[in-house]
């Protein structure tokens, strides 16, 4: 079974787990600019979530056959383990992946203010202004505005784990009709 694992980063978290996963399962992750087709069964790929898109999930989605398995881990800073958070990546990846055997699997990633873009300052800076007027903030509202200028670093190694199970038991041949449901928070979206 030829499992594919790539990955679109601007500030570095979805490369971080893609390489954990890598290590992981023994076989090498790859940037998706490097790919223009793949025949594997498996395709993993890591995103980041920037401005409500998915970084790089159109391209790979592109390159891996429709009857094949899509795994996609997205990064960002909201909480995955938030029911409106995984709601917003469903909706966002089935947009581009309707009718795609396909698994989802959030994870947090970081951000450093001063290593961001001009773009990305401004959209932050438009973001964070936008929160302080907001009347009942969430706690990742509180968590943007608290921060803003300096770092976040949610990076987990562990969240890698769920993943590398699932896909070691995807190698093994131990899951050969895969079950996806919307009630099993790791897997999200099936076509």
């Known amino acids: 079974m030829e499992i594919v694992i790539t990955?679109?980063?601007i500030y570095g978290a979805s490369a971080y787990y893609a390489g954990?996963?890598?290590?992981k399962?023994?076989?090498?992750?790859?940037?998706?600019d490097d790919f223009t087709r793949t025949d594997a069964d498996v395709l993993i790929h890591f995103g980041g979530i920037y401005a409500g898109t998915i970084n790089g999930l159109r391209k790979a989605s592109s390159i891996l056959p429709d009857d094949r398995l899509f795994v996609l881990c997205t990064t960002g800073l909201a909480d995955p383990e938030k029911e409106k958070t995984r709601n917003?990546?469903?909706?966002?990846?089935?947009?581009?992946?309707?009718?795609?055997?396909c698994m989802i699997f959030p994870l947090r990633g970081d951000m450093d203010y001063s290593r961001l873009t001009i773009k990305?300052?401004?959209?932050?800076?438009?973001?964070?202004?936008?929160?302080?007027a907001k009347k009942n903030r969430t706690d990742d509202d509180e968590a943007l505005i608290g921060t803003y200028g300096g770092k976040l670093d949610f990076k987990d190694p562990e969240a890698i784990?769920?993943?590398?199970?699932?896909?070691?038991?995807?190698?093994?041949?131990?899951?050969?009709?895969?079950?996806?449901?919307?009630?099993?928070?790791?897997?999200?979206?099936?076509?």
């Open 25 to 32: 399962l023994g076989i090498q992750a790859w940037n998706l």
């Open 120 to 132: 990305h300052r401004a959209m932050m800076w438009a973001l964070v202004k936008m929160l302080k």
């Open 161 to 191: 784990i769920p993943v590398a199970n699932i896909i070691i038991k995807i190698m093994e041949k131990k899951m050969v009709d895969i079950k996806i449901s919307a009630d099993n928070p790791l897997c999200s979206y099936s076509g």
């Open 20 to 23: 954990l996963l890598a290590e």
């Open 88 to 101: 917003e990546i469903r909706i966002t990846a089935a947009k581009i992946l309707k009718g795609r055997n």
């Open 7 to 9: 990955y679109s980063s």
